[in-house]
């Protein structure tokens, strides 16, 4: 089985990489020669653990071709992946414009039926625009060649993506027609033998079952970060909370974790489309439009709580930044709390000394150049007045603080995924600052 998938991006690779894994013959197209030449090298363009074995072994056994010609790929292709960008445009909607040129690109080049499949997170009714886009371009080629589309939104999580991928939960499929869902059901048969299931349903309820997943799991994130604050005006400990609720099954224990608001790609895009879509409909979807104001506060809540310690004066302090990803085991710095809290930081005069284990080069095409890169938590805390931890690297979490102590002038620590045992750190000499605590 032959398919191409377009966008060799987080989820673009990871799904390319993973179909190839099972058998299936993949080429992964990108428009970046700069990312395509790499990958033809083994030089993976992200960070995702347990991929670049995966991508390794599946392109030198050639079952995993990287080309940045969508035209020179398409001949016995039976489905085509779309797996492109689809950030905010200004007025928070999704920008459709790579999807369509992808689109536009596969009516000009097709040659046989295929299944052309939506893997981009798109607003609902997208589907119906990509293939009116190919009719069209097929019309103007005077050619009549059939088509299927389909969606089917990924659910992976960076920094787990292989696992979740090859995992699932579940798996959303989109479709209109038996011989696409045959297609997606023979691809994706390999994933199922411990009994994941693929949820079937028509195109317009997959294109919004994958918003409103992200925004359930953003609501949330805002919900507890929303309680939070209260814990901390009321004299209750938001850990104590979460596990009080998360124990009763119709709740769950996952997403519950007060933070630093969340970051990334995907949930302040999505949040902000489905926003959009409702507008669009004359239909407000408050609770959204609050879950998105609670995590504007959230992310400037660590500077705040810093800025008050050292009494609104923090010209000249230095501040170690623990973590610049926007979660751990990735390099994506996309909308990272830690960016906003530097460039915060930066801002009222501090020296902002930072570190993280794999996302350093990332986030120095963000961040401003007067921060100080360091090399370890070690070098980061030298002379500094107070640690913020934003990141919850699994290296952050045991340091050697008798060490970090001595290197410090100041002792101020400021957990901003409390992380820490702040009776532990209280009697090492520290002052210690979580979130809802
Ligand atoms: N990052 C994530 O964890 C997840 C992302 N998604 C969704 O998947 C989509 C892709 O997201 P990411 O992989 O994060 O994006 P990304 O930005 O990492 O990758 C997108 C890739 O598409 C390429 N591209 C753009 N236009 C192209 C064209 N015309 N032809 C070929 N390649 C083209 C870009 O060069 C880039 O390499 C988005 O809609 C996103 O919302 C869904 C689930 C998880
Ligand atoms: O559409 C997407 O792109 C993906 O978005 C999220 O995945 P991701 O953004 O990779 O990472 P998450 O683990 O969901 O974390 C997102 C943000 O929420 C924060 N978060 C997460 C969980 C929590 O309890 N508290 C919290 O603050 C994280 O620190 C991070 O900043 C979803 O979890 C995926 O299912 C989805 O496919």
Redesign the pocket.
């Known amino acids: 089985m032959k398919v191409v998938v377009v966008g060799t991006g987080y989820v673009g690779l990871v799904t390319g990489a993973c179909l190839a894994d099972v058998g299936v013959d993949v080429c992964c197209i990108d428009i970046d020669e700069h990312k395509i030449e790499g990958l033809k090298q083994g030089i993976l363009p992200i960070y995702e653990p347990g991929l670049e074995e995966i991508v390794v072994r599946n392109y030198k056994k050639k079952r995993l071709t990287f080309s940045t010609s969508l035209t020179e790929n398409l001949k016995d292709v039976e489905a085509v992946f779309i797996a492109v960008g689809t950030p905010s445009t200004e007025d928070g909607s999704a920008d459709m414009q790579y999807v369509i040129d992808v689109a536009c690109e596969i009516g000009r080049h097709m040659q046989d039926y295929l299944v052309v499949v939506t893997k981009s ?1 798109v607003p609902v009714g997208s589907s119906e625009i990509i293939r009116k886009t190919i009719s069209t371009a097929l019309q103007k080629r005077n050619v009549d060649i059939a088509f299927d589309m389909a969606s089917n939104p ?6 787990a993506a292989i696992k ?1 991928f090859m995992s699932p939960d579940r798996i959303v499929i989109g479709v209109d027609s038996d011989k696409a869902k045959e297609i997606m059901d023979t691809l994706y048969k390999p994933f199922l033998l411990n009994g994941y299931r693929i949820i079937y349903m028509d195109i317009p309820s997959a294109e919004m079952t ?1 918003y409103a ?2 925004a359930m ?1 953003a609501t ?2 805002s919900f ?1 970060n929303d309680i939070a604050v209260l814990c901390e005006l009321t004299g209750a400990n938001i850990n104590h909370v979460r596990n009080g609720i998360g124990s009763d099954p119709r709740i769950g224990k ?6 630093t ?7 302040p895009k ?1 949040v902000k489309a489905l926003i959009k879509m409702g507008m669009e409909n004359n239909h407000r979807l408050r609770i959204l439009e609050a879950v998105e104001n609670i995590n504007d506060e959230q992310k400037k809540i660590l500077f705040a709580k810093i800025n008050k310690y050292f009494d609104g004066n923090l010209a000249g302090k230095t501040i170690a930044v623990w973590g610049l990803a ?2 751990p085991n ?1 390099d994506d710095v996309r909308f990272a ?1 830690a960016l906003v809290l530097s460039d915060a930081l930066l801002k009222a005069g501090a020296h902002v000394r930072v570190f993280d284990p794999v996302a350093m080069e990332e986030a120095k095409k963000h961040l401003h150049d007067t921060v100080t890169w360091c090399n370890d938590v070690y070098e980061t805390v030298e002379n500094a007045d107070a640690i913020a931890l934003v990141t919850e690297w699994n290296e952050f979490r045991l340091p050697d603080w008798s060490r970090i102590k001595s290197l410090m002038k100041g002792n101020a620590i400021f957990d901003g995924r409390n992380i820490y045992d702040d009776v532990m750190l209280h009697k090492a000499g520290f002052d210690y600052f979580g979130i809802g605590i």
């Open positions: 997170t990924e659910f992976l999580k960076e920094g979740d994958k997943a992200n799991l949330r994130i507890m996952k997403f519950l974790y007060a933070g608001g969340y970051g990334g790609s995907c949930f999505d926007f979660k990735t709390p």
